[in-house]
């Protein structure tokens, strides 16, 4: 097996993209299409800071993806926030540590990109080993409230200084149960 390669998403990633993020959350939740569709809104939702969005690459082809966006702490505007979702591999290129290392160059992204907070709704077996804590453990929620919500600090000592609501974007409403 060849080196995999994380890289940033380039314009004729896009429908490989799409198929890989159909497949893999329609084979692991009855999903897909609202997933892919998510990741194309918010490349294009305005206002926004430019997302960060990568591929993991081996012998050419698109094997996994990660994607993520702004989103926004009402009470405290100032502080950059952004959600990683989604996350996905081919069923047949996982527990590989493609995943893990398309998250450890995304994370490192959002420190560049003076992110102070990072937001996922995931596993919680999986995400724990990046750094992440439940939501419920500070004083933050989000539109979701779901047991799923968990936060990563990427500024030493910020959750214990912000509290109240993470919003999403428009294009991640339709994930949102009423």
């Not at 993520?68 to 290129?93: M, N």
């Not at 709704?121 to 500070?138: A, K």
Request: glycine letters at 8%.
């Amino acid at each position: 097996m060849c080196e995999i390669s994380i890289r940033a998403e380039i314009l004729s990633d896009y429908d490989a993209i799409h198929n890989l993020i159909v497949e893999v959350f329609h084979e692991t939740f009855g999903s897909g299409e609202e997933e892919a569709t998510l990741v194309e809104q918010l490349r294009e939702e305005p206002g926004h800071r430019p997302t960060i969005s990568l591929v993991a690459e081996l012998n050419g082809t698109v094997v996994g993806h990660i994607f993520f966006s702004t989103i926004q702490l009402e009470d405290h505007p100032d502080i950059s926030v952004c959600a990683l979702g989604p996350l996905c591999v081919y069923r047949k290129y996982q527990k590989q540590g493609i995943g893990s290392k398309m998250v450890q160059r995304g994370i490192k992204k959002c420190v560049d990109q003076g992110y102070k907070i990072v937001v996922v709704q995931g596993s919680l077996q999986y995400y724990p080993r990046f750094g992440f804590i439940p939501i419920d453990r500070t004083h933050l929620h989000t539109i979701f409230r779901s047991s799923h919500d968990m936060v990563l600090q990427l500024e030493n000592d910020i959750l214990g200084n912000v509290k109240g609501l993470i919003d999403y974007p428009r294009p991640w409403q339709v994930f949102k149960e009423d």
